[in-house]
């Protein structure tokens, strides 16, 4: 931790050097990280694994795979990005030329969470690097093994002044965040979000929050049930529950639950095994105090399937519950597990009072053949974005802002918009010299009527 304000040091004089305006330069780092993470791909499968034993193949789909996918990307337009982008002209200015200019920030800090402890380390890095700033990363304490081997990739391939992953828990990030920052960007709790917010604000620095919340689900009478649960068990245990945009609950119509209920339990046996915990493709609770956690919230509430917890083993099997009142525990907190609450309703009004029960959740999902119902619902209700027919899947493409709204965060990254949100936007007009009317200047005597026929033609 005593390093930090030295590396800040070199880190804000490298910024002001210019080496990370050269768009060259920069490339050759992200090639560097992407050969970096070619080499290392099995230590990091090995790392997922012993941290919450995630599965490769999810660790591909989830976590190298989207990082290689960010790198390919800004790798191949970052020289577009980057440009000058020409605007249209405005009729006031005449003559002129009109650009936008993208200018890094300068010094970023990164603060990352456990639950994709690769992808949600190394995508704002790789974003933050590619518009030309400076990073100090963050990673999470609780997958430390994961950590670690994020730290060693980019250690062998940044400068610590370009670069840097500084490992650590709550102390570390406090002291980072008592820094001065260009830029912060942020994923976690809402609670400690509003840390980092209050944190960023004493030195007026902008910040990118992306929080957490509770995610619906809702499902209406119209829909194919087998199709729905192999999506919904899918989406709701992939990465065992702890994934910020999984549904966190279900409210479904309330004349197909007994149907729903049934094919859920055999979508999940025939997925996982009727011991879960058997199977190599059902990831643990991330600690024993997170497993603790979720068994606080099943705490008094109907378990219809499932229930199987082992502190120990930070085991928790699929569970289902039925009908918790909306001032549980389970129906106020993120439940970040492989626990689904099933709700039902009869009208539009009975989801109004569960779904504004909490804060805007960061996604939201809606099931249904009923293009009426989906658009009254899509339009209804604030949350960071959603899918239609399926859970997750907004995530994976980079053409999609993804972030939250209210509690469930602020501002939005992935793709080009990664680039863009670690981009100072900056406007520029260059006038023309060869024409200089007399019209703006004094004395305005006799000018009024044609200056209001001239904001009657601006664009
Ligand atoms: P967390 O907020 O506990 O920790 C996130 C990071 O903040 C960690 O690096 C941690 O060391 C640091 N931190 C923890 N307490 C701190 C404090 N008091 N002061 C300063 N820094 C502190 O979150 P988590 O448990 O790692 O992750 C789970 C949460 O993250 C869930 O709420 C989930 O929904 C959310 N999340 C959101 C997204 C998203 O993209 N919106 C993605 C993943 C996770």
């Given amino acids: 931790m005593s390093r930090i304000p030295s590396i800040i040091k070199e880190q804000q004089q490298f910024f002001k050097s210019q080496k990370t305006k050269d768009i060259d330069y920069r490339l050759s780092l992200l090639k560097a990280l ?18 919450f034993k995630k599965s490769e193949f999810e660790g591909y789909l989830s976590e190298i795979g989207l990082v290689m996918n960010s790198l390919n990307l800004a790798i191949k337009n ?11 002209s405005s009729l006031l200015n005449f003559p002129s030329k009109d650009y936008i200019y993208s200018e890094p920030y300068g010094n970023v800090l990164v603060i990352a969470p456990w639950n994709y402890p ?27 093994h994961t950590s670690k081997i994020t730290t060693e990739i980019i250690q062998n391939v940044f400068s610590e002044n370009f670069a840097v992953s500084i490992e650590g828990g709550i102390e570390t990030s406090t002291a980072l965040l008592a820094q001065k920052w260009d830029y912060i960007f942020f994923t976690g709790s809402t609670k400690v979000g509003k840390i980092v917010a209050e944190a960023a604000a ?66 999940i046996i025939k997925r996982y095994g009727s011991n879960p915990k058997t199977s190599p493709d059902f990831p643990r609770i991330i600690n024993k105090n997170n497993t603790k956690r979720i068994e606080t919230l099943l705490e008094g509430q109907n378990i219809i399937f499932g229930g199987d917890i082992q502190i120990e083993d930070c085991y928790i099997s699929p569970t289902l519950i039925d009908e918790p009142s909306l001032d549980s525990k389970i129906m106020q907190e993120e439940i970040f597990g492989p626990v689904l609450p099933i709700l039902t309703y009869e009208t539009e009004l009975d989801i109004e009072t569960i779904i504004w ?30 899918v239609i027919n399926d859970l997750l899947i907004h995530f994976g493409n980079h053409r999609l802002p993804f972030g939250g709204v209210g509690d469930s965060g602020t501002g939005s990254y992935h793709g080009k918009h990664g680039f863009d949100t670690f981009s100072n936007k900056k406007s520029i007009i260059k006038r023309g010299n060869w024409f200089d009317p007399s019209f703006r200047y004094a004395p305005y005597k006799g000018k009024m009527s044609l200056l209001k026929k001239v904001f009657k033609y601006l664009g």
């Fill in 357 to 386: 029960n909490t804060e805007k959740p960061l996604s939201f999902y809606v099931f249904s053949e009923h293009s009426d119902f989906i658009e009254s619902i899509i339009k209804k209700y604030s949350f960071g974005g959603g």
């Fill in 78 to 88: 970052l020289k577009r990005w980057a440009r000058p982008k020409r605007i249209k």
């Fill in 202 to 267: 004493k030195h007026l620095t902008p910040v990118v929050l992306e929080l957490g919340g509770k995610s619906p689900c809702i499902i209406d009478d119209s829909v194919n049930l087998k199709l729905i649960a192999r999506r919904l068990v899918w989406g709701k245990l992939l990465n065992g529950g702890q994934t910020c945009i999984a549904a966190d609950y279900v409210i479904v119509k309330n004349n197909i639950k007994e149907n729903l209920i049934e094919v859920l339990k055999a979508e």
């Fill in 118 to 144: 690769f992808l949600l380390a190394l995508e704002p890095l790789i974003m933050a690097i590619s518009a030309g700033n400076t990073v100090v990363l963050k990673p999470s304490e609780l997958t430390k």
């Fill in 34 to 51: 992407k050969l970096e993470i070619l080499s290392k791909e099995q230590a990091i499968f090995n790392a997922l694994e012993k941290d």
